[in-house]
């Protein structure tokens, strides 16, 4: 069966909504924050940081390698569109936008001093952090103009990982709440019974923490 290696209301919990959205068996196992860097979770996951996901052919890490590999092998590719389509290209483009843009813009604006030592160049990193994170936000609710799902007529792999990060904007200045799409879309998706459990499973709401 597999095993995923969560953390409340992080980006690991895009991978546990698609498993649930899905129907898959899996084992759910939350990290605590304070052992991600334990010997133990080091040998599961060497960045320390969460999901992981234990399959039977071996672990992997990197939550869009997961939600791929998850939907290919278990859901029969119910949430992606098919391989070639321009519609799949735009959804490897959000994932990967959302990954290697946005996610680490908020991560230097919640965790400067993992970067800089002084209080005044942390300061200035988590301000330049804060409006590039505004711009991956604005890049979003673009996207979703007019729209219900990031792409096509339903949830997709991207959807979970946008409302991750929406809930994690509702702490930064402008909060995503202040982006009418991106607010819509977070109010449609906590309504998916996927979702709703997820969150319920994991504790955690849509607001600012
Ligand atoms: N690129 C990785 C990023 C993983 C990551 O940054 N995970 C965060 C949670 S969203 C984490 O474990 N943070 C804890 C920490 O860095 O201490 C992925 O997409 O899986």
């Known amino acids: 069966m597999l095993k995923l290696y969560g953390l409340p209301g992080a980006c690991p919990m895009a991978v546990h909504i698609i498993l649930e959205h899905l129907g898959v068996d899996y084992e759910m196992a939350m990290v605590d924050r304070d052992l991600l860097t334990s010997p133990e979770h ?3 996951n060497p960045m320390g940081q969460a999901p992981s996901l234990e ?3 071996g672990l992997i890490t990197e939550s869009v390698a ?3 590999h998850i939907d290919e092998r278990y859901g029969q590719g119910r949430v992606s569109p098919p391989p070639g389509s321009w519609e799949r290209a735009r959804m490897m483009m959000l994932l990967m936008f959302m990954a290697s843009q946005e996610h680490p813009a908020f991560s230097l604006w919640l965790r400067p001093f993992r970067w800089l030592e002084g209080e005044a160049e942390q300061e200035e990193l988590r301000e330049s952090a804060r409006k590039r994170f505004a711009v991956c936000l604005e890049r979003l609710n673009g996207w979703l103009e007019g729209r219900d799902w990031l ?3 339903g949830m997709t792999l ?3 990982l946008a409302l991750v990060h ?3 904007g509702l702490r930064v200045t402008p909060p995503s709440s202040d982006y009418a799409n991106l607010w819509r879309f977070a109010q449609r998706m906590v309504e998916v019974p996927a979702v709703k459990k997820v969150m319920a499973d994991e504790g955690v709401k849509l607001a600012a923490e």
């Open 55 to 57: 399959t039977e052919e």
């Open 42 to 44: 080091l040998a599961v």
């Open 158 to 160: 991207a959807d979970p």
């Open 66 to 68: 997961m939600l791929l």
């Open 166 to 168: 929406i809930r994690w």
């Open 151 to 153: 792409i096509g007529d």
